[in-house]
């Protein structure tokens, strides 16, 4: 064969593949867009099929926009979160092509912890090991597991990845969403507060962490509340089970602040609604964490915060990240940690300030905070009085908001990382304000124009 035309064939592969790499992510996108106004999991909810769609459009649009923030200002790619994982995967899913039975026992992570597997699989990936480890769940495992499994259907195309990892998080926040709106019998305020959010929509789309744990979170939350009513089924136990799974290894801080919240408005549910039940039953969960860490000192509550935070400190002294702020270092005791609780708690609440809006990241972070301090007065000023049931709800949302800001502002000192840390808890905060809304005295402009009954008819 001629120079030209070996060089004809390479052009026409090249083409070919480039022609696949845009058709592929086309396709899943087609097919899992579809299914939003096909499948019985979605009519089940409040929603209209239209405006889910267009809540898997954002989603899917805001996963763009992270491959392209983190294609330009990254790079070394793995240093990149949304690349890192996705490559690691490749080293595992290349595996099931040489040797399936070592690709699956890494997929489940049964009986893979030898040389064999380090030499030949672990030791090529940046992220199976963390630079830092507490001796308890490595969540980068995880993320690359599910990379792997993906790539069976992606054939490697990191938008395929990213599209059904958003996909994943969009049915979590349905699920979430239609909690909501059986507690507050609001479409609108649900859907606001689950799919419109910025930085929960934009942190939980493409291939992230967060994307994961708010799939997980979002099913929790949903099969555990039905667990309330009388019509709760042998899968709802399951899936409780399975996602609380997941969201102890992907993020434990999470989890332990999630458990005591929904347990108490379970117990206060469907017993007995007392402010004792509430201080005892905290009381309860606080005795219960300090006989584990007397039984295993591992596991220590006050020892996993104090140093949580300086390893976050030491990183961010060692790279030397840019929305870094110094934190007063904690000691290995309960009273330090109670002490700095309030600082932590209020950094949480209110960073990113407007002096560390240095990158495009923070803007959104920092608008939505805004939003929700106006929304705050303006709960207060339009305030309703809360029946019980709505009483028990708000004080779900607030005691898993508090619980997780205050373990995320006593171990993290840089802003990058808090802004993404609390997104878990943003739709429960934005929740707990709109409850206190009383909107039939809303100015009347606000609710009875054009806008407003397009939108609730289009919801």
């Given at each position: 064969?001629?120079?030209?035309?070996?060089?004809?064939?390479?052009?026409?592969?090249?083409?070919?593949?480039?022609?696949?790499?845009?058709?592929?992510?086309?396709?899943?996108?087609?097919?899992?867009?579809?299914?939003?106004?096909?499948?019985?999991?979605?009519?089940?909810?409040?929603?209209?099929?239209?405006?889910?769609?267009?809540?898997?459009?954002?989603?899917?649009?805001?996963?763009?926009?992270?491959?392209?923030?983190?294609?330009?200002?990254?790079?070394?790619?793995?240093?990149?979160?949304?690349?890192?994982?996705?490559?690691?995967?490749?080293?595992?899913?290349?595996?099931?092509?040489?040797?399936?039975?070592?690709?699956?026992?890494?997929?489940?992570?049964?009986?893979?912890?030898?040389?064999?597997?380090?030499?030949?699989?672990?030791?090529?990936?940046?992220?199976?090991?963390?630079?830092?480890?507490?001796?308890?769940?490595?969540?980068?495992?995880?993320?690359?597991?599910?990379?792997?499994?993906?790539?069976?259907?992606?054939?490697?195309?990191?938008?395929?990845?990213?599209?059904?990892?958003?996909?994943?998080?969009?049915?979590?926040?349905?699920?979430?969403?239609?909690?909501?709106?059986?507690?507050?019998?609001?479409?609108?305020?649900?859907?606001?507060?689950?799919?419109?959010?910025?930085?929960?929509?934009?942190?939980?789309?493409?291939?992230?962490?967060?994307?994961?744990?708010?799939?997980?979170?979002?099913?929790?939350?949903y099969h555990f509340y039905q667990l309330f009513g009388e019509n709760r089924r042998y899968r709802n136990y399951v899936m409780v089970f399975f996602m609380s799974c997941i969201l102890i290894v992907m993020?434990?801080?999470?989890?332990?602040?999630?458990?005591?919240?929904?347990?108490?408005?379970?117990?206060?549910?469907?017993?007995?609604?007392?402010?004792?039940?509430?201080?005892?039953?905290?009381?309860?969960?606080?005795?219960?964490?300090?006989?584990?860490?007397?039984?295993?000192?591992?596991?220590?509550?006050?020892?996993?915060?104090?140093?949580?935070?300086?390893?976050?400190?030491?990183?961010?002294?060692?790279?030397?990240?840019?929305?870094?702020?110094?934190?007063?270092?904690?000691?290995?005791?309960?009273?330090?940690?109670?002490?700095?609780?309030?600082?932590?708690?209020?950094?949480?609440?209110?960073?990113?300030?407007?002096?560390?809006?240095?990158?495009?990241?923070?803007?959104?972070?920092?608008?939505?905070?805004?939003?929700?301090?106006?929304?705050?007065?303006?709960?207060?000023?339009?305030?309703?009085?809360?029946?019980?049931?709505?009483?028990?709800?708000?004080?779900?949302?607030?005691?898993?908001?508090?619980?997780?800001?205050?373990?995320?502002?006593?171990?993290?000192?840089?802003?990058?990382?808090?802004?993404?840390?609390?997104?878990?808890?943003?739709?429960?905060?934005?929740?707990?304000?709109?409850?206190?809304?009383?909107?039939?005295?809303?100015?009347?402009?606000?609710?009875?124009?054009?806008?407003?009954?397009?939108?609730?008819?289009?919801?």
């Amino acid at each position: 064969m001629s120079i030209q035309g070996n060089s004809d064939a390479k052009s026409l592969t090249f083409t070919s593949m480039s022609i696949m790499e845009f058709i592929l992510p086309v396709v899943w996108f087609i097919g899992l867009f579809w299914s939003i106004s096909k499948l019985d999991f979605f009519k089940s909810g409040p929603f209209s099929s239209q405006s889910l769609q267009l809540a898997f459009v954002i989603r899917i649009a805001m996963g763009f926009l992270l491959f392209l923030i983190y294609s330009l200002h990254y790079p070394v790619r793995q240093d990149a979160d949304t690349f890192k994982y996705f490559d690691d995967s490749k080293y595992m899913y290349e595996a099931f092509w040489t040797n399936p039975l070592d690709y699956f026992k890494m997929l489940f992570g049964v009986d893979c912890h030898s040389e064999h597997f380090n030499s030949h699989y672990f030791n090529n990936m940046s992220n199976w090991v963390r630079s830092y480890d507490n001796g308890l769940f490595n969540d980068n495992r995880l993320v690359i597991r599910v990379n792997a499994f993906l790539r069976l259907f992606s054939f490697g195309n990191y938008h395929v990845h990213s599209i059904i990892l958003s996909y994943l998080a969009f049915m979590g926040s349905f699920a979430l969403a239609k909690v909501f709106f059986e507690v507050s019998k609001s479409k609108s305020l649900s859907y606001i507060a689950v799919f419109l959010v910025p930085s929960v929509v934009f942190w939980s789309s493409g291939i992230l962490k967060e994307a994961i744990l708010l799939s997980a979170m979002g099913f929790f939350v949903y099969h555990f509340y039905q667990l309330f009513g009388e019509n709760r089924r042998y899968r709802n136990y399951v899936m409780v089970f399975f996602m609380s799974c997941i969201l102890i290894v992907m993020k434990l801080y999470v989890f332990i602040a999630l458990i005591p919240a929904i347990f108490i408005w379970f117990t206060v549910k469907k017993w007995k609604r007392s402010w004792w039940i509430y201080i005892g039953m905290y009381t309860l969960f606080l005795a219960i964490g300090t006989l584990i860490g007397e039984l295993n000192p591992r596991l220590d509550f006050v020892n996993l915060i104090v140093d949580k935070q300086r390893q976050f400190i030491n990183l961010s002294n060692f790279y030397d990240v840019n929305s870094g702020f110094h934190l007063e270092a904690l000691s290995y005791n309960l009273w330090s940690v109670v002490k700095a609780s309030p600082e932590g708690l209020f950094n949480v609440l209110t960073k990113p300030w407007a002096s560390e809006v240095n990158s495009i990241l923070f803007v959104p972070a920092f608008l939505e905070n805004i939003i929700f301090i106006a929304l705050l007065i303006i709960a207060l000023v339009y305030r309703k009085a809360l029946d019980v049931n709505d009483w028990d709800f708000v004080a779900f949302c607030l005691s898993f908001c508090i619980i997780l800001f205050v373990v995320i502002g006593l171990t993290t000192p840089i802003t990058g990382a808090i802004v993404r840390y609390k997104i878990p808890a943003i739709p429960f905060l934005f929740m707990a304000v709109f409850m206190f809304m009383d909107h039939s005295k809303l100015p009347k402009t606000l609710l009875e124009n054009k806008l407003a009954r397009w939108i609730n008819t289009f919801l």
